[in-house]
């Protein structure tokens, strides 16, 4: 997947983002890479590792719906969506990261999680007992 750098601005301040995405045996590895527009090598990264669909691909690049837990509504969520990135930017921030360090986060699922989102299906191997009901 080619990437590329977006912009958003976030309280009033600038950062840059790209999503890269690699594929192996039904299960994906996304990363999101949050950086300011001058600093690229002190990025903040959440890395999500999820089940992969033959068709319809990485649920998080793709779209999928996750129930709040916090009021009970469901979201679509996809990495795409510029307001859903904004969350990572305002968590990244809250949780230390100041554009001026390098900061990884390896479990994006339990970001999500922690955020508020019912996000546990997404992991490979629940993803597998769902489908074939274990």
């Not at 840059?16 to 996304?30: C, E, M, N, W």
């Not at 479990?107 to 955020?115: F, H, K, N, P, R």
Request: glycine content about 8%.
């Amino acid at each position: 997947m080619h990437k590329k750098n977006r912009k958003i601005v976030v309280d009033d301040r600038k950062f840059i983002y790209t999503l890269a995405q690699k594929y192996d045996s039904g299960t994906s590895r996304v990363s999101l890479k949050i950086s300011l527009p001058d600093r690229r090598n002190d990025a903040c990264v959440f890395h999500f590792y999820t089940w992969d669909d033959v068709i319809g691909g990485s649920p998080l690049m793709t779209g999928i719906d996750l129930p709040d837990r916090k009021n009970g509504q469901t979201a679509r969520w996809n990495l795409h969506f510029p307001g859903q990135i904004r969350l990572f930017v305002l968590y990244a921030l809250r949780h230390g990261w100041d554009g001026e360090k390098r900061v990884e986060f390896t479990d994006g699922i339990g970001v999500l999680e922690e955020m508020g989102w019912e996000a546990e299906m997404l992991r490979p191997d629940l993803e597998k007992q769902n489908q074939y009901g274990n």
